[in-house]
């Protein structure tokens, strides 16, 4: 179980590092180590995240697509391909893709090292403010 701090308005974990995700495993849709996500650890409830690593030369084993939430990888560490209907691309560190609901996905890892990423899933068209309009200053002086 990963580090925890909670407080009123957050919850904080700490996961260990990148290398560490392949003690982390899940069992359903499908059994895969390497896979955190942070939803029931965080408290997360406007936002599907998880924390990954996917071995070398492997694929996902299915194509998937979603019926309300787009996606949104990550990319921080290896290379890959991933594809969305039709199209197939190279991924590396600094790659991020955002793919629709409706898009059919896969991707995998056709490298001799770890791909590590992020993937974030929230409802398609669902922010009302999605720049920084949103932030609120709060007049309190910054003492660290």
Same mark, same amino acid.
């Given at each position: 179980m990963p580090e925890m701090k909670k407080g009123t308005n957050y919850t904080a974990a700490h996961l260990g590092k990148w290398e560490d995700l392949k003690d982390y495993k899940m069992e359903e849709p499908v059994k895969a180590r390497g896979k955190a996500f942070l939803n029931d650890l965080l408290d997360l409830n406007s936002m599907e995240v998880s924390i990954n690593s996917f071995p070398p030369h492997t694929s996902v084993?299915?194509?998937?697509?979603?019926? @309300?939430?787009?996606?949104?990888?990550?990319?921080?560490?290896?290379?890959?391909?991933?594809?969305?209907? @039709? !199209?197939?691309?190279?991924?590396? @560190?600094?790659?991020?893709?955002?793919?629709?609901?409706?898009?059919?996905?896969?991707?995998?890892?056709?490298? !001799? @090292?770890?791909?590590?990423f992020i993937c974030v899933q929230a409802k398609e068209n669902s922010l009302q403010h999605n720049n920084i309009s949103d932030g609120i200053v709060v007049e309190k002086p910054v003492e660290w």
């Open positions: 084993p299915f194509h998937h697509k979603h019926g @309300e939430n787009e996606e949104l990888y990550i990319f921080v560490k290896g290379k890959g391909q991933f594809q969305v209907d @039709e !199209d197939v691309f190279d991924i590396e @560190e600094g790659s991020v893709v955002r793919v629709a609901p409706t898009g059919v996905r896969i991707f995998r890892n056709n490298s !001799d @090292e770890n791909l590590y």
